[in-house]
């Protein structure tokens, strides 16, 4: 079998690194001991799983639940949550979802990503020392693959690793969007809603050094058309909205703007900056408040209902209305005036 490809071949720079993006002003942060949080503040060293897990003394939320909540159900919520001791066991991870994890670690300079990814060879040596190219279905490949899992290891391709370095030259070429990924780096931002009591977490890119919040997202597609269905479909006004709520009231400082930075994950890895609407971040903050009151309420009553407008009578959209309600070929019904 031959070794993996070393990561940082080629001296591969970090957009963060090119940022000067070292961990600096640490003020007001402290690392996570492991053990359940009962202090509002912004922690380092929290891995993702403990992080979607019983991290706090108390029930929490974070912001993929409450975008569950708020655009399906509590019930789908809970499906999966860790408050649930029935839920089925955790999907495998696929490959898009590693692929986009390892984007954002290798881009953003997080800490250790040699000490969770491998890059997967491209040859194997055979029993009769002949090389060839990688087999899935071959026993000295499934058993590399194993031991990579068995190590904690993701396993990623050299191709996939070629992508991150081409996405990080396209976007060190841009002093705005250098600028925009300043800050540090996967904080975990951990506070309690005064209102209900419940406890609440935010994990965004980057903590920002100055007044703005920026957010990097890998897509296929960086067009206006394709990022705004993004933009909605993965609640990500929500998500922004909840991080800068959750940094402004742990007392870092007063967020006036905020942007996405979309990049495509293949060549020629263009990009997209978006500051985004204060008036739709402002709707975003309203609907992570109602969600997070629906959250407390189904905790207090462990009642976790269907969508909420379930019962609720549907009317057919103004277009459809006028459309047909003006349609002179539509011919009236018996009995009734035309």
Same mark, same amino acid.
Request: charged letters at 25%; proline letters at 7%.
């Given at each position: 079998?031959? /070794?993996?490809?070393?990561?940082?071949?080629?001296?591969?720079?970090?957009?963060?690194?090119?940022?000067?993006?070292?961990?600096?002003?640490?003020?007001?942060?402290?690392?996570?001991?492991?053990?359940?949080?009962?202090?509002?503040?912004? =922690?380092r060293k929290i891995p993702m799983d403990a992080y979607h897990?019983?991290?706090?003394?108390?029930?929490?939320?974070?912001?993929?639940?409450?975008?569950e909540i708020e655009n399906?159900?509590?019930?789908? =919520?809970f499906?999966?949550?860790?408050?649930?001791? /029935?839920?089925?066991?955790?999907?495998?991870?696929?490959?898009?979802?590693?692929?986009?994890?390892?984007?954002?670690?290798?881009?953003?300079?997080?800490?250790?990503?040699?000490?969770?990814y491998v890059v997967r060879p491209e040859k194997y040596e055979d029993d009769e020392g002949k090389w060839k190219a990688w087999n899935g279905n071959a026993t000295?490949?499934?058993?590399?693959?194993?031991?990579?899992?068995?190590?904690?290891?993701?396993?990623?391709?050299?191709?996939?690793?070629?992508?991150?370095?081409g996405m990080a030259e396209r976007l060190a070429k841009n002093q705005v969007a250098v600028d925009l990924l300043r800050g540090r780096i996967e904080r975990s931002i951990i506070t309690k809603d005064a209102k209900t009591g419940v406890w609440v977490k935010s994990r965004?890119?980057?903590?920002?050094?100055?007044?703005?919040?920026? /957010?990097?997202?890998?897509?296929?597609?960086?067009?206006?058309?394709?990022?705004g269905r993004s933009i909605i479909n993965y609640g990500y006004l929500q998500q922004m909205a909840l991080a800068i709520?959750?940094?402004?009231?742990?007392?870092?400082?007063?967020?006036?703007?905020?942007?996405?930075?979309?990049?495509?994950?293949? =060549?020629? =890895?263009?990009?997209?900056?978006?500051?985004?609407?204060?008036?739709?971040?402002?709707?975003?903050?309203?609907q992570n408040r109602r969600a997070l009151n629906v959250f407390a309420e189904c905790l207090k009553a462990n009642d976790w209902p269907t969508y909420l407008d379930n019962m609720r009578t549907w009317s057919a959209?103004?277009?459809w209305s006028d459309r047909n309600e003006n349609d002179p070929t539509l011919p009236a019904l018996k009995g009734k005036a035309a």
């Open positions: 079998m031959s /070794d993996p490809v070393d990561i940082t071949e080629d001296k591969f720079e970090s957009v963060g690194a090119v940022a000067g993006n070292i961990v600096q002003g640490r003020r007001g942060e402290r690392d996570w001991n492991g053990q359940p949080i009962s202090e509002p503040g912004i =922690y897990g019983q991290l706090t003394v108390g029930p929490s939320i974070s912001s993929s639940g409450l975008r399906r159900s509590p019930l789908h =919520y499906a999966t949550s860790y408050l649930n001791p /029935d839920r089925p066991e955790d999907e495998a991870s696929t490959p898009s979802l590693d692929f986009g994890r390892a984007v954002h670690t290798l881009l953003l300079s997080e800490d250790g990503f040699q000490d969770d000295v490949c499934k058993e590399w693959l194993a031991g990579a899992r068995k190590a904690g290891k993701t396993v990623l391709l050299k191709s996939q690793v070629s992508d991150i370095h965004p890119d980057s903590i920002p050094r100055d007044t703005i919040i920026a /957010d990097l997202k890998t897509c296929a597609d960086a067009s206006q058309v394709a990022i709520t959750c940094l402004e009231e742990v007392g870092q400082r007063q967020v006036n703007e905020s942007v996405l930075l979309f990049v495509e994950t293949s =060549y020629p =890895y263009a990009f997209n900056i978006k500051p985004l609407d204060n008036g739709d971040i402002h709707t975003a903050m309203r959209p103004q277009w």
